[in-house]
């Protein structure tokens, strides 16, 4: 067999992305997962999918035009994998959406369409169609002579075929998903128990006579769900200018127009309506047209609703107190007399919001600092940075303009700050700053001291309930300093400050990750203890990736936790068999960024808001802090040592990207990581974790097929 080289043994992200979401979709199907969940982990696939879409396929989309002739092939190629792998996953969802259904039934809540409505419950949708959705509706008839406005990717349309006097005309009918709920419990059959829901397109199509009433003596009315998505990706100038908040609305309503790039349809549409449309929707050979069930924008299914026992639904963790803070008078003392970690959602988000609170109220804080990605709408942090400015603190927020999906919101989010006497810096030019910090400095004496946030995640307190994410607390001096550096270099840009603790992107992040990677090449040559375990989202920058294949051809354990995008292919002889990669699926959506180092037995130990992507290292502001603290460290060693141990909800990430689930005997316990965390900050006692065996479920000879595949 020929050998694998470290520039073939390479995942395109695209096609690892879809892998992962092959992860979400095996959730959906697990008959251990209480059915509720099940259904909405068919919303958060088909979420995910729309992002897909809107922006990594459009942006191979564009490649696949305007590169190079000699790269286009290449980028067509992968447009056409990425269609199979979808096409593949729609048809499984279609399968595990029935099956789901079928397993509600068994719980008497049944989702049913409009064909299977009695009397009674015709009579319900009548009246709830005049009485709320019938003023919603705006038909669009489609005319040669104009053109079809332009269709919003949020939302789903019915496309209508009328026929009458021998005539046929279409129509376009959006479905006020945004307005209305998506699920409508309507009453029960006579004598029958149980919860009947019915989806909001449906309820019109009971009464779709009456939308064109005493217009077309109608003699049959069709209708079929569509779905458009649209290139969401925006083109900004690199200049920061004074009229950059302008330029990014305009963007944002270009946006709106944005080149479609998939079309999904019943695929029992006629195929008249269906040409019809791919023609008038100007849909060429490089969009995916992909034919699905009759039910479209399922990420609604989200919040799809539990209206039987409590039992059907996933079990919530309750937050756990912190002891040393809760012991505390207050947070900021507490600081004082140690550094403190936060390990959300396990530990309540309400401790960083108390931060920020005593720091507002504290007659000795002179200045907070804070950099705002994405924040909860009603956000207690910005509540708490108004309050800091009324007792006459000097507050400054970056705010950055450009998080994707989050600009419109992040736009307001700035003028009320800016209302409100804050400081506020947008962004960095050519920069995302991506970083989670907060400076607070405060007069001691007769000198200024800082406390600091260093953390894995957003301020916001809404994904803080459902991500996982750290947070570090401390009053080291040392690193203080080096993050209000950090708010120097974001606020002036030529200046060039030297950090000695932080890996700060773009200026470090990349030298003190390889150079690291590169040290324990160095311990495994000598013989000294070495090992490198790296928890993240995202795994996809070829140098790190290249230098993580030499690390394990040196001799170097190198152990994996990642929860989407995976270039790197592990357990390839000769090339990256000690590399073992894992990704955890569950309950609450894994997000730290974590890098261990052993480093000839005195460890290092990072928490980052950077995954290792090209895009974090290079072209965003992000900050990476050492854990200097022992005891922190040992916390952060035990919560990856029971994710390692997970064989419930791990997957093995090997190279022939298959999502096997790990081995285990009938006699082993089971460890379900997320659970078994909570257990362990509650007692704080480390459970006995088993032996694990690494393989997969996926049997040898169907693995070592595929990676022959891949020579070819």
Partial sequence: MTEITAEQAWVAKELSWLSFNDRVLQEAADPSVPIIQRIRYLGIFSNNMDEFFRVRVADVRRLAVFSTPSKQEEYRNLLEQIRQTVFKLQRRFEATYEKNLKELRRRKIYVVNERQLDEGQIAFARDYFYKKIEQELVPIMLDD??????????????????????????????????????FVEIPGKKGKRGHVLIVLENIIRVCLPEVFRGVFPLDSAEAYTIKLTRDAELELSEEMTQTFVEKMAQSLKRRKK??????VYDAQMPDDLQEYLVKRLGLGKLDSMIPGGRYHNSKDFMKFPNLGPA??????????PHQQIEASSNIMSCMRDQDLLLYYPYHSFNYLTDLLKTAAIDPSVKSIKISLYRVASNSHVVDALLNAVANHKEVTAVVELQARFDEEANIELSERLTDGGVNVILGVPGLKVHSKLISIARQEGNTLRYYTHVGTGNFNEKTANVYTDFSLFTYDQELGDEVAKVFDFIAFTYKRHEFKLLGVSPLNSRSKLVGMIDDEIKNAEKGEECGITLKCNNLVDREVIDRLYAASQ??????????GMCALMAGIPGLSDNIE???????????????????????????????????NIDFRVEVAAPIRDKNLQQIIQNIIDIQWADNVKARILDASQTNGFRLRKPNVRKVQSQYAIHDYLSEGKLPRLPKLNYRSTVKQKAKKKKNKALLK
């Fill in 581 to 615: 990669a894992i990704s955890i699926v569950d309950g609450l959506l894994e997000h730290p960024r974590v890098y261990i180092f052993r480093n000839a037995g005195e460890p290092k130990y990072f928490l980052s808001s950077a995954d290792v992507m090209t895009r």
């Fill in 554 to 563: 040196a001799g170097v354990p190198v152990r994996l936790i990642v929860r």
């Fill in 258 to 263: 944005g080149d479609p790039v998939r079309f």
């Fill in 311 to 320: 039992y059907l639904d996933s079990k919530s963790l309750p937050a756990i």
């Fill in 145 to 182: 002579a104009y053109p079809i406005p332009e269709l919003s990717d949020a939302s789903i349309y019915l496309a209508i075929k009328l026929s009458y006097e021998g005539q046929v005309k279409y129509f376009l009918l959006e479905v006020p998903t945004t307005r209305l709920d998506r």
